[in-house]
C-alpha cells in the first residue's frame, strides 16, 4: 500500500498553543491530513491516512478478546484526524500532550511507517535506558542476517 519510510530525528519546540512545526519533508510525505494518536511507550505516533487504514483493517482481523478490546480502546480513542496550518505545524490536543508530556522540547524521529513524536526528557531516557542493550536486542531480531 503505501511506500512510507520515514526516519530521522528532528529537535522543534511545541508553542503555548500546542503547535508542533514538522519539517518540511516529512510534510510532504505525509500529505495534507493524517493522523495523530497515543503510541506505544510514552509518546505520540502520527500515521500517513493510507498506512492508518492497513492498521484498522488489520484491527479488524483481530479475535474479540479483551486484550484486543483493550488495546483498540487504548488506541483508537485518542486517535484524531490533523491537517497542517499555513506554517507548516499540527495542533497536538490537551489530552494527547499530557499522555506523551509535551511541554516544550520535543523530539520528532521517522520510524519506518509512522512519525513519533517524543518529549526531550522522555527520548533521552529512553536512548539512555536501552542504547546498551541494542546489540543484543538486534542480535536476537536479526540473528545473522543483518549486518549492522
Known amino acids: 500500500m503505501g511506500d512510507f519510510m520515514f526516519m530521522g ?62 488495546f483498540m480502546r487504548f488506541f483508537l480513542s485518542g486517535a484524531t484526524v490533523c491537517e497542517f496550518d499555513k506554517q507548516g505545524r499540527i495542533n497536538i ?6 499522555y506523551a508530556d509535551l511541554t516544550k522540547d520535543c523530539i520528532i524521529i521517522g520510524v519506518n511507517d509512522r512519525l513519533e513524536i517524543w518529549s526531550k526528557e522522555r527520548w533521552e531516557e ?16 536479526f540473528s545473522s542476517n543483518l549486518n549492522i
Do not use: Q
Not at 11 to 30: M, N, S, V, W
Not at 33 to 52: A, H, N, Q
Not at 126 to 141: C, G, P, Q, R, Y
Open 9 to 70: 530525528e528532528y529537535h522543534y519546540t511545541i508553542d503555548d498553543k500546542g503547535r508542533l512545526t514538522i519539517p518540511a519533508k516529512l510534510r510532504y510525505e505525509l500529505g495534507e491530513s493524517f493522523i495523530v494518536t497515543r503510541g506505544l511507550d510514552g509518546c505520540l505516533f502520527i500515521y500517513p491516512k493510507s498506512e492508518w487504514e492497513n492498521i484498522i483493517h488489520k484491527y479488524k482481523e483481530l479475535p474479540n478478546t479483551k486484550d484486543a478490546r483493550n
Open 93 to 98: 490536543n490537551a489530552p494527547l500532550m499530557k
Open 126 to 141: 529512553f536512548i539512555d535506558v536501552n542504547e546498551d542493550s541494542l546489540s543484543d536486542i538486534a542480535d536476537k531480531l
